[in-house]
């Protein structure tokens, strides 16, 4: 099956035609969809979303650039509802040494918290990497959780494998689409291809053809189409690879 594993069809951007969205996605192969959350003010919002979808799955985490905002008793919001059993992992969490607005120290603070709370619940995690693996894999390796997805993988080889090694999934998207984008591509091609998941980040992240545009779901199976021909595959090898992934990531879900 083809899983978008990161797509924020909760988004502002989708609410004039979020409907129509998902059915030119689905029009377009795509299967499954994973939407994260970014903070206690939309954990409603994505959960309600993947309750009224078979299709459609979600996790609940606060975002290291909404930390900011965030209050202490939303970790405890949090807690109660990975409870529940409804979330299939937590996300979106991680560290952002990118923008700089973001204070780091109250970012590592919402960050271990939450790897506590997925080692607790048995959840895997979703995470936001952006300028800060190693601090990440520092704390990985600190709390042990159950593996998850590493999203826009923008790293080194060295990183790459030592997400894989601690039973990590690489997300690639839009990125990717760049020739220019020589680094992630050559990781596209080199890392084993049971390490890598599809994503497209949408409304975020558009692709090479998208620039200035709503990046959309539906672009998922064209960046299937170019990882298989990056590899000399076929579509189908890939559609099956990244799905299987996906679900090994992901604790096993399958949408409908």
């Known amino acids: 099956m083809l ?3 990161h797509v924020h069809l909760d988004a502002a951007e989708f609410d004039d035609d979020r409907a129509a969205v998902i059915a030119a996605a689905r029009a377009a192969g795509v299967d499954g969809f994973v939407v994260p959350a970014i903070g206690a003010d939309n954990f409603d919002a994505v959960a309600a979303l993947a309750a009224a ?7 609940l985490g606060i975002h290291p650039l909404y930390v900011m905002q965030a209050r202490a008793e939303d970790l405890d919001v949090l807690d109660q509802r990975l409870g529940e059993g409804r979330a299939l992992a937590v996300g979106e969490i991680g560290l952002d040494h990118f923008v ?32 800060a693996i190693d601090p990440i894999l520092k704390q990985l390796r600190r709390i042990a959780v159950p593996g998850g997805i590493a999203h826009a ?7 790459a494998e030592m997400f894989i090694a601690l039973g990590f999934k690489l997300g690639f998207g839009g990125s990717m689409t760049f020739a220019g984008s020589t680094r992630i591509r050559a990781l596209a091609v080199s890392l084993p291809l049971e ?28 960046y299937a189409e170019l990882l298989a021909g990056l590899r000399g595959l076929s579509v189908q090898e890939v559609v099956a690879a990244t799905g299987r992934n996906a679900s090994a990531a992901l604790g096993g879900w399958k949408p409908c």
Do not use: M, Y
């Open 195 to 222: 390490a890598i998941v599809l994503e497209t980040d949408a409304p975020d992240i558009p692709p090479a053809w998208g620039q200035g545009q709503r990046n959309t779901p539906a672009n998922l199976r064209a």
């Open 100 to 131: 700089h607005e973001a204070d780091p120290a109250r970012q590592l603070e919402f960050f271990v918290a939450q790897l506590g709370l997925a080692r607790k619940h048995g959840l895997p995690v979703i995470l936001h990497v952006r300028r």
């Open 153 to 159: 993988f923008n790293g080194s080889r060295q990183q």
């Open 53 to 59: 979808r078979s299709d459609t799955a979600c996790a």
């Open 3 to 5: 899983i978008d594993t």
